[in-house]
């Protein structure tokens, strides 16, 4: 059984910083895809960041490119989203994913992927 599980979220003023984390169980994950999606209140679930485990290639949506970086930690089986220069714009529950289609890179459709967290709240204010 693979579970994934979210922390790190939190309220923080503009321009501030935060950093997720998403803790895999049950799995070691290796040639797969991990992403982050977010949602907000009133919006689609929409993709924000993924990364290849095993050749580390990353991928961003662009409404956060050069403001959030997605890492891995093979050694604790986890992703990381630090996230900097946070606007308002960015208030979401922010969800971990798995995809194990290994196709050899990632995408940040929210169909491809099989396995989802319970959750973190980021909420920023201006």
């Known amino acids: 059984q693979v579970q994934l599980v979210e922390s790190g979220g939190g309220s923080v003023q503009a321009g501030g910083s935060l950093r997720l984390s998403c803790a895999a169980f049950g799995y070691t994950y290796s040639g797969n895809c991990m992403g982050w999606f977010r949602q907000a209140p009133g919006k689609e679930r929409e993709g924000v960041a993924a990364i290849y485990i095993g050749g580390g290639s990353t991928y961003y949506a662009d409404s956060v490119k050069g403001r959030f970086t997605i890492s891995q930690d093979n050694a604790k089986n986890t992703v990381y989203l630090q996230m900097n220069s946070l606007k308002p714009e960015d208030t979401a529950m922010y969800y971990c994913?798995?995809?194990?289609?290994?196709?050899?890179?990632?995408?940040?459709?929210?169909?491809?992927?099989?396995?989802w967290g319970q959750g973190t709240q980021v909420t920023v204010s201006s």
């Open positions: 994913a798995a995809d194990f289609h290994l196709r050899g890179y990632c995408v940040t459709v929210q169909a491809e992927f099989g396995y």
